[in-house]
């Protein structure tokens, strides 16, 4: 397993005078950073790039700037799937100019937008539909699509680990993964254990936070459970740190984050990543015993 962190972290917004962050990334021991982007992020797509590689760090792309609301695969109105789609892929070619390893979040919907009804009978048709081309698109430029589970507080779409299983499947294509966050599954699930091993097929990385969106350890995620099943599954993807730093202004509260977990983006990953290491180290001492 590797260690990751996102950037909201340190940044509210990615740009060509925040690459130093990379660098303090890496001295703090991280090897997967994650930039979120959008129509309102503009940077020298070959200027992160060429500090990635010279750091020797993978990148991760998710849509966290400005996403249109009517961009999306899930939406009843073809014409916005249609729109979603050809949007996304805009962040596919992104990813690929910058070497990403994944495109990854909730984008078989549009986080923020939860349509309280019941599900039309075709809904997870047309976004399964949506995916797969998307997916396919990806896969010719080598970057792979991870998608997230997220509460029933951002979309009614995707909350838990069977739902995600199952428009996968529906969408039938191998480059289709799934990315665990222990946040947003604090409200869905009960066993996080079985969600892992439900997710286990296409688990392609895990954002492990605390319930409270702060640093992992101390609240109430069973994170015995978590690391128990991860090494159950062989799991070797990315855990990557999330949350917004509240000393960025009005940052966190923009972002609906309304108490101080990261106000030193630094010392939540040093804490973070110690926190993570122990577990992984106790459990590969004891696979290592005789």
Same mark, same amino acid.
């Given at each position: 397993? =590797? ?8 940044? #509210? ?19 997967? $950073? ?5 129509? #309102? ?7 992160? =790039? ?77 976004? $399964? ?65 079985? $969600? ?55 940052? $966190?509260?923009? =972002? ?35």
């Amino acid at each position: 397993m =590797r260690y990751g962190a996102h950037i909201y972290l340190f940044t #509210d917004h990615w740009a060509d005078d925040q690459l130093h962050l990379l660098d303090t990334m890496k001295g703090l021991g991280v090897d997967v $950073a994650e930039i979120s982007v959008g129509d #309102d992020i503009h940077f020298t797509h070959a200027l992160t =790039r060429a500090r990635a590689e010279k750091l020797d760090m993978d990148l991760v792309i998710g849509p966290g700037g400005t996403w249109p609301v009517e961009c999306d695969l899930s939406a009843d109105d073809p014409f916005h799937r249609a729109a979603g789609l050809e949007w996304h892929k805009r962040q596919v070619d992104l990813s690929a100019e910058l070497g990403a390893l994944a495109y990854a979040g909730a984008i078989y919907g549009h986080p923020g937008v939860v349509k309280r009804r019941r599900p039309p009978v075709d809904e997870y048709k047309h976004t $399964a539909e949506g995916l797969h081309a998307l997916a396919d698109y990806a896969q010719k430029q080598g970057v792979q699509i991870a998608l997230e589970p997220m509460s029933h507080f951002r979309t009614h779409l995707v909350n838990t680990p069977d739902q995600l299983m199952h428009l996968i499947t529906l969408a039938d294509h191998a480059n289709l993964y799934a990315l665990f966050d222990t946040y947003h599954a604090a409200t869905e699930v009960r066993d996080y254990a079985t $969600a892992i091993r439900t997710l286990g097929p296409r688990l392609w990385g895990v954002h492990p936070c605390e319930n409270d969106r702060g640093v992992p350890g101390g609240g109430i995620v069973p994170w015995d459970a978590v690391f128990d099943a991860l090494f159950e599954i062989g799991f070797d993807g990315p855990l990557t740190l999330e949350s917004y730093n509240s000393s960025l202004g009005d940052f $966190a509260y923009q =972002r609906g984050l309304f108490h101080n977990v990261c106000p030193d983006g630094a010392e939540f990953v040093r804490r973070g990543i110690g926190f993570l290491s122990e577990h992984i180290n106790r459990r590969t001492r004891a696979i290592d015993l005789p």
